[in-house]
């Protein structure tokens, strides 16, 4: 499970320790040097940290913040990943990408100023309902049949078991 550690910016909540289990300190998983995080989850983290404020810090509240130095935030981002030709403009278009996710927007007029949405980042975040994987199992043993009458070989479906993943 993913865990995050900020400040609630937005005062609804989502930050407070039993509102939601997603929330919380980052796991190990997901510490420096793991490769595992995302640009999201690593500007949440530099903005829970008043240290970073030359670079990035929040602004005007309902989730906005402002690069205050997006070279430094790209260069520290390219460090986290390896990557050292990372700049701001592989940075930005990165953060675009989260536009239609509704994980966050930019915000017009004001230059390198960004608004996390948590709502749709705390649904970004859920996994599917447990109906998506009924409908998705049937989907597939319906291809499966259909491609077994197609080759006329017989269809066994045998559910397997994968340690360490659950339904």
Partial sequence: MLYLAAAD???????KKGKSP????????????????????FLLELLADRANAGCI???GG???F?????????????????????NYD??????????????????????????????????ACQPP??????????AATAVTLQDAALYLVPAVLIPLRFPGLSK
């Fill in 129 to 138: 309902p447990a109906h998506a994987h009924a409908a998705a199992a049937a």
């Fill in 90 to 123: 592989k940075l930005s278009r990165a953060l675009r990408y989260y536009y239609d996710k509704n994980i966050m927007s930019k915000v017009h007029g004001k230059r390198y100023a960004y608004r996390f949405d948590f709502q749709g980042l705390a649904q």
């Fill in 9 to 15: 910016p937005v005062g609804d909540g989502l930050f």
């Fill in 62 to 64: 309902h989730g906005e």
């Fill in 57 to 59: 810090a929040w602004e």
């Fill in 22 to 41: 997603g929330w919380g300190p980052l796991s190990p998983a997901v510490q420096k040097g793991s490769g595992q995080i995302q640009l999201w989850q």
């Fill in 66 to 86: 402002k690069l205050t130095d997006p070279d430094e935030v790209a260069r520290r981002w390219g460090e986290r990943k390896s990557k050292p030709n990372m």
